[in-house]
């Protein structure tokens, strides 16, 4: 009944299409020092709040490789995975599932060690089919694992812009501040967006802000480093985890079902500068190390 190929259709061309001006999407990446902090709630109700509420087309890239789980939140069942498109000769469009408000997922749960390892017609094959998405999306987030492994690394250096979800635990304040070492180290200056989660209200995540801020200013020069919001504890996230529903759409008047609106209405009013706006295309050639 619920053709998922059907709704992927109906969206009309935007002029920006007609006129062959389509902006590049916009490329953020989700992460963290530590794991269990949110990331993965993060993304699937950001891609809901951009979708649902700001009508943005949105895919999300699962790309944590041990923990990959933005399909068990929308409560989906992926057939395939990016593994089986560049291994196995799926086509893209089997690989990719719609969830809800039109969402499209790629499910990348496994696979990825070998990315830098693919033949140059692979490299081309991914190449060309993320050339192809670029003109239907405008937002693409990606759900990296956590920590500094190079896999990690990789997807938080290719985006554009960096999420980096940190809660009050002093462990996720100092894993994150090691990620951001690492990252700064790597590409200096590269736009990173600091997420306050799980506190109780704006002035406790502002703290936690400054409260790394201000090391990083003293440890890490030319870290570029802002607050993206905060996101309160709200046990009404592990009812909706638990329903498998992002919870922006179970229950939308929630504390925080309103914080990521807010979260995501932010960041849409604060786009990347052009100069980092390259595209999905190098995005790709990052991933797989062939950047000219
Ligand atoms: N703002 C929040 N309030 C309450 N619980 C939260 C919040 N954010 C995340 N959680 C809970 O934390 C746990 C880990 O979240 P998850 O998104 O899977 O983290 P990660 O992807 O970083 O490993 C989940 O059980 C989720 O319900
Ligand atoms: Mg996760």
């Known amino acids: 009944m619920n ?13 920006d299409d007609i006129t062959g001006n389509a902006s590049p999407p916009r490329i953020i990446s989700v992460t963290s020092g530590k794991g269990g902090v949110g990331k993965t709630n993060v993304t699937a109700n950001l891609a809901y709040a951009f979708s649902e509420t700001f009508g943005k087309r949105v895919l999300v890239f699962d790309a944590d490789m041990g923990l990959g789980n933005i399909d068990v939140l929308f409560n989906l069942r992926p057939r395939w995975t990016l593994k089986d498109f560049l ?15 039109g969402i499209r997922i790629l499910p990348a749960a496994s696979g990825f060690e070998e990315l830098t390892a693919l033949t140059p017609e692979q490299n081309l094959k991914l190449i060309s089919a993320f050339d192809e998405l670029e ?23 290719a985006s554009q ?16 501040f090691a990620l951001m070492k690492v990252l700064n180290r ?42 993206a919001g905060f996101l ?6 592990t009812q909706a985890v638990r329903s498998q529903k992002a919870l922006a759409e179970m229950l939308p008047g929630a504390p925080f079902s309103a914080a990521i609106r807010q979260v995501a209405r932010d960041l849409l009013s604060r786009p990347p ?20």
Do not use: H, W
Not at 3 to 15: F, H, I, T, V
Not at 161 to 176: F, G, K, N, W, Y
Not at 273 to 288: D, F, H, N, P, T
């Open 135 to 157: 003109s239907d999306l405008d937002i693409l987030l990606i759900d990296t694992g956590a920590g500094i492994s190079e896999n990690v690394l990789t997807f938080n250096l």
């Open 273 to 292: 500068r052009q100069e980092v706006s390259a595209g999905i295309g190098l995005l790709m050639k990052r991933l797989v190390g062939r950047e000219e």
């Open 232 to 237: 309160p504890q709200d046990p009404s996230v």
């Open 186 to 227: 790597r590409y200096s200056g590269k736009p990173l967006l600091f997420l306050a989660n799980m506190v109780r209200d704006r002035k406790e995540g502002l703290e936690l802000f400054d409260l790394v801020s201000r090391v990083a200013d003293r440890f890490l020069p030319g870290l570029n480093l802002s607050f």
């Open 87 to 101: 291994f196995e000769d799926r086509k893209l469009s089997e690989v990719l599932i719609e969830g809800p408000a």
């Open 161 to 176: 812009e960096t999420l980096i979800v940190v809660t009050p635990e002093p462990t996720s304040r100092t894993d994150a």
């Open 3 to 15: 053709d998922q190929a059907e709704g992927l259709r109906k969206r009309e061309p935007r002029l």
